[in-house]
């Protein structure tokens, strides 16, 4: 690369968000919902709304053309850099519930009607069933047309799989149902994934029993999504304006939460909307969770409140994520070793890190 290529400017197209991790960095393109890996040291400059290519060390002249080959950034002239207005991050929604969770196994029809014409109200654009045994055809039939009627936008179910929606009766069943985006079986004979109008179908093995299976954290539960991006950096992922019933009627935060507001039989949503404790959790963002807020895939992941390190501190590390971003290694893999070999845990302070401890594991995975 000549001098005169290397003095270029360039700007980051506003879609590409650079996020810092404590070992690597990546740059999110929320407009292909990919992501690149990127040197940890590259991300201060890519965080700028125009950087000159001098500023990069001349190792990384070679990852300038990368960056431009993947249209991660672009030539700019110097003096046309207002012409490109950044990203808007804030995260905007006219409802007063996004999206909402309902255990439905337990419920009677007139209870879930209930909370349906309830949702209606409060704008919400989302709600996802779940049942951990087969229900009755008429009875998740009557729920769809509930919802068919009523100004939610879109519905998932999670159930196990069942004889009467085989492969030749989905397509009927999708055509009819066009709010349906996701029908997820579990306890099926067999993994895979299938497309039937805008539906789509997911078979796994695995059986889901009961709500105690949320809150993993896996890679492939990872997306990059304008709307999760957005939302992570206000806001808490999965309880920001969601609200839920569990099988007995309670309603909560998620069906998994100790704390409920009130039963389906004697309180209104809006009621519940109003405790003082109800909206405690929603502001609570990655970047202020333990462990989390030095991961790199903290703006692409569901940040779950329920299953905690330490129930006692609303900051703690989720219980259930086996990645430990300050050797970039998961469970499983070789080298790895949990986070509590990185630092140390406390109630004052969180997680501190132990920074020598963390070079010499790096030392030893890595060579670095």
Known sequence: MSNLQKSKHYSKFANCIAVKGYLHGIVMDLQRKQYLFVPINTIGVLEKKSFCADEFSPEY????????????????????????????????????????????????????????????????????????????????????????????????????????????????????????????????????????????????????????????????????????????????????KKISIDAQGYIKNCPSCTQSFGNIKNTTLKQALEHPDFKKLWSITKDQVDVCKDCEFRHMCTDCRVYIKDPENIYSQPSKCTYNPYIAKWQGEDGYVPVEECGTYSREKGFVVNHERVAELNAQIWGE
Request: net charge negative.
């Open 61 to 240: 002249n070679k990852f300038i053309d990368f960056l431009e080959q993947n249209e991660i950034i672009f030539p700019i002239n110097k003096k046309n850099v207002d012409c490109f207005p950044s990203f808007n991050m804030d995260f905007l929604t006219p409802s007063i519930i996004d999206n909402s969770i309902i255990d439905a196994d337990e419920l009677t029809l007139n209870d879930v009607f209930l909370f349906i014409n309830q949702l209606d109200t409060l704008l919400c654009n989302s709600v996802q069933f779940r049942f951990y045994s087969k229900p009755e055809k008429y009875c998740l039939l009557s729920i769809l047309d509930a919802i068919n009627a009523s100004s939610i936008e879109s519905v998932e179910i999670l159930m196990p799989e069942v004889e009467w929606l085989n492969d030749s009766a989905l397509k009927e069943f999708a055509f009819n149902n066009k709010k349906l985006t996701s029908l997820f079986f579990h306890s099926a004979k067999k993994d895979n994934k299938n497309y039937y109008n805008q539906t789509t179908v997911t078979r796994f093995v695995h059986p889901i029993k009961s709500f105690q299976n949320c809150g993993n954290v896996k890679l492939g539960y990872f997306y990059v999504d304008i709307g999760l991006t957005t939302l992570s950096y206000s806001y808490n992922t999965c309880l920001f």
